[in-house]
């Protein structure tokens, strides 16, 4: 199945056919495993072709879903956090392959922003074999032999050490660990000089971060751009103006409500491409390592087919 195919309009396709699985069985607390072997009995019971590419390494599971693709997989299901959802996208993203996603992980940032059931496999099966095809944006970057994909937030700087040193903690789990990443980095965090464009308007600033949103939501639940709309063309684009230590840590919790927007040295920007410049700064995406600055960034409408729980008023 080539890439960049037509995906078919939002609405109730037919049911999975052949699905290739792929299982992240460290994902929620270890709950994974079990989940994914619930998923592959549910969906052979519904009597879906299941072809289980889960593998011990990351190159080799892309490597078995993708000629499962190639054999005629109509639908790629992960199962698994955000982490899961992130390979999926950059697996299906242009394609006319179908992404199920069984949320299963710690912050399921993509599932709770799309209304997929969360640590519910058998709603999340049902919704596999019979959902609504909904179509959702993608955000798409240039890089050395061809392009990565994300569904959620791109963010580059606090928010990526951050994520980089809570990827090396053991303990504590959960939303805990980020928050303990979070104080150890900031003591020593100095705000970046970056230049940020959106769609030609060029923004010289020195901010503590840069984000762009395609959802509204990461880190398990930090509303950074609550307004994102993963179906209007356009990203949320959240730049954090340099900003005193103190006052950080005392605006932070309201990212969980999304109150931060309202702070003066919040600036939220809208725009279908976006090119960030910086020396020595990290990125993340989806909560996982991402490409260094300077990137590209353009929004692709529709880029995903995702299969999503009916809306309200019944078919399109």
């Known amino acids: 199945m080539s890439e960049e195919a037509p995906a078919p309009p939002d609405g109730v396709g037919p049911a999975a056919q052949h699905v290739a699985v792929v299982v992240n069985p460290t994902s929620g607390k270890g709950a994974g495993r079990s989940v994914g072997l619930r998923v592959l009995e549910l969906l052979r019971e519904a009597g879906a072709r ?14 078995r879903a993708e000629a499962a693709i190639e054999a005629g997989a109509d639908t790629l299901c992960v199962v698994g956090g955000d982490g899961m959802a992130h390979f999926g996208i950059n697996l299906t993203a242009g394609r006319a392959v179908h992404l199920g996603i069984v949320a299963a992980g710690t912050g399921n ?48 700087g606090f928010d990526a050490v951050v994520a980089a040193r809570a990827e090396r903690m053991r303990w504590p789990r959960g939303q805990l660990r980020y928050n303990l990443a979070i104080l150890r980095e900031l003591p020593f965090f100095r705000p ?6 959106c769609d030609g308007e060029r923004i010289q600033t020195r901010a503590m971060l840069v984000a762009v949103a395609n959802t509204g939501s990461f880190g398990g639940g930090m509303r950074i751009c ?26 932070f919790p309201t990212v969980y409500s999304g109150r931060h927007v309202g702070h003066p040295r919040v600036e939220i920007r809208r725009a279908a491409r976006v ?26 409408p529709g880029a995903l087919t995702v299969l999503a729980p009916q809306p309200s008023g019944g078919p399109r």
């Open 50 to 63: 299941v072809t289980d590419a889960s593998a011990d390494s990351v190159a080799t599971a892309r490597a």
């Open 109 to 156: 940032d993509f599932a709770r922003n799309l209304g997929l059931p969360v640590r519910d496999p058998d709603a999340a099966v049902r919704i596999v074999r019979h959902g609504h095809t909904r179509r959702v944006d993608a955000g798409r970057v240039a890089v050395a032999g061809g392009k990565r994909w994300f569904g959620g937030v791109l963010g580059a």
């Open 192 to 197: 970046i000089p970056y230049v940020v464009e």
């Open 275 to 300: 090119r960030l410049e910086a020396v020595g700064v990290p990125s993340q995406a989806d909560g996982e390592p991402f490409e260094p600055l300077p990137l590209e960034v353009e929004n692709v």
């Open 226 to 251: 609550p307004d994102a709309d993963p179906t209007d063309g356009l990203f949320d684009v959240l730049i954090l103006h340099d900003i005193p230590t103190l006052e950080f840590l005392r605006v």
